[in-house]
């Protein structure tokens, strides 16, 4: 659903993510341009392909995406692509995309590394990841919206968390940490920042349907909805929308389950 009654005219926005047609990240990008808000992309589509983590996957798929959203009319951007990974990438993707919207005042971490290991088969070599990518970068691309941030204007950074803190997640430990530690990011940014008018909140999307599960297992899944679906990426856009807008400009420092009442038991 297209909730006209939320506006967000002129707000630049940086949303990170952004690299699959039928992901989280390329729904909020296209969502929150309808809503008037300026947008500037950032994805690392080699993740996507190294990973397999969708039949989505594509090459170049952030700059795709963008010229797409261009050609429907909407004011999207692509940031030069590049691996969180590495140390000084974030910062610049943070720098680049207020340099070409001429500042920001919302910052959207949608990023994640995500990959399966179970105890026995834990190695630095798929723990590290995880850290750097869901934490450090996301720390740093913080800190870097909060030096260039006009504090007298209100801004507002929502984070993306998982269910591992409602939840076990045990096949998926190194992530679930990484997850849990946004959370206390969340918490504690949202304190730090609140004087300089920067909102902090934190979002748990639930399973949300973007082409990774599918057959008996996707069935099941449904199943522990009470609707009988899934969730899908324009659910996780409308509560954005919100957290975004001057409606939620009472609200920092949550984490929001939007789960449509998920029955992970």
């Not at 992309?41 to 989505?56: A, P, Q």
């Not at 045990?170 to 909102?199: F, G, H, M, P, W």
């Amino acid at each position: 659903m297209n909730n006209s009654a939320v506006r967000l005219d002129g707000k630049k926005i940086l949303i990170t993510g952004v690299s699959r047609p039928i992901g989280i990240g390329a729904t909020l990008a296209k969502r929150l341009a309808e809503a008037g808000a300026i947008i500037a992309i950032h994805g690392f589509s080699d993740y996507d392909m190294t990973v397999g983590v969708s039949k989505s996957a594509m090459a170049n798929g952030t700059e795709i995406l963008a010229k797409q959203s261009v050609d429907s009319g909407l004011n999207i951007t692509a940031i030069t692509t590049g691996d969180l990974m590495i140390p000084g990438v974030a910062e610049k993707v943070v720098e680049e995309a207020a340099e070409k919207l001429g500042g920001l005042d919302g910052l959207v971490l949608n990023h994640a590394y995500s990959t399966y290991g179970e105890m026995g088969d834990w190695t630095p070599e798929h723990i590290d990841p995880h850290l750097l990518v869901n934490v450090r970068a996301s720390m740093m691309m913080i800190q870097a919206f909060v030096n260039q941030a006009d504090i007298t204007k209100e801004n507002a950074i929502t984070l993306f968390t998982s269910g591992q803190y409602l939840g076990p997640m045990i096949n998926e430990i190194a992530y679930s940490v990484s997850k849990e530690a946004i959370i206390c990011l969340c918490r504690q940014t949202s304190y730090l920042l609140a004087d300089k008018n920067i909102r902090v909140n934190c979002i748990n999307p639930g399973p949300v349907d973007t082409g990774y599960c599918f057959d008996e297992a996707h069935e099941a899944v449904a199943k522990m909805f009470p609707s009988g679906r899934w969730g899908t990426p324009d659910d996780t856009a409308d509560l954005l929308l919100f957290l975004h807008s001057g409606y939620a400009k009472w609200i920092t420092g949550q984490v929001i389950a939007g789960e449509g009442g998920f029955n992970r038991y």
